[in-house]
């Protein structure tokens, strides 16, 4: 079954703009990592954020962890058309299995 | 990061016959493990891959459709069994070296005709 539920499932904006996925998952985790896929193609890690950290940067992107609320956002600053793809965040809960579980995803369309 | 050497890299398959998928990790690693993406979707967790011993399956998943091998802490492979259409996916294997350090193999895409 899927941990983690993201919104939205699709979005399509133009370069230059701003993008803002969510992230909801149900168990306590031990951290979270954002994914991109490109057109059914690998994984390509984007940023990993531990339970005790509430905010981390990489370049334009920027992701925040709410453990309260069991969320978390991506935001990509500046959008680019090579940003086109789809989305995932991925969990591992505490119980040190070290298995990853993923979202459903969001698929984001940059339009130049 | 360990890199994954994943094989086939896509296959076109004939129903009720098998494939065989292999994972070549490049340094030895803790864990590995399967997923599967039907069309359209997010990752699925098959199961992980224990070294020397059975794999561990998530809930829907069975050794019999999917067996998986893991002899050593540098290889795996998973197998999907009597496939149907419905197998066909995106199968993936990962690997982590136990500190939250995850990598991806580039996947196999299967079709089953």
């Known amino acids: 079954s899927q941990q983690g539920e993201e919104d939205p499932q699709a979005l399509s904006i133009q370069e230059g703009e701003n993008a803002t996925m969510n992230c909801s998952y149900k168990t306590s985790i031990n951290n979270l990592q954002w994914y991109r896929q490109n057109s059914g193609r690998g994984l390509v890690h984007l940023i990993l954020?531990?339970?005790?950290?509430r905010e981390k940067h990489s370049g334009r992107l920027r992701v925040t962890l709410d453990t309260s609320k069991k969320s978390s956002s991506l935001l990509i600053t500046a959008s680019r058309a090579a940003d086109t793809a789809s989305y995932f965040c991925?969990?591992?809960?505490?119980?040190?299995?070290?298995?990853?579980?993923f979202g459903t995803g969001t698929r984001l369309k940059v339009l130049a | 990061s360990a890199v994954i050497s994943q094989k086939p890299s896509r296959d076109i398959c004939q129903r009720g016959t098998s494939l065989t998928i292999q994972c070549q990790v490049d340094s030895q690693v803790t864990m590995m493990f399967w997923y599967r993406q039907q069309p359209g979707q997010s990752l699925t967790l098959i199961a992980t891959?224990?070294?020397?011993?059975?794999?561990?399956?998530e809930s829907g998943f069975v050794i019999d459709k999917f067996p998986i091998s893991r002899p050593n802490l540098t290889f795996s492979t998973l197998t999907v069994s009597n496939m149907s259409p419905e197998d066909s996916s995106i199968y993936l294997c990962?690997?982590?070296?136990?500190?939250?350090?995850?990598?991806f193999g580039s996947g196999t895409r299967l079709t089953v005709v």
């Open positions: 991925a969990t591992v809960t505490t119980s040190g299995t070290y298995k990853y579980i």
């Open positions: 891959a224990n070294q020397g011993s059975e794999a561990t399956y």
């Open positions: 990962s690997a982590t070296d136990g500190n939250y350090g995850y990598t």
């Open positions: 954020i531990r339970s005790n950290e």
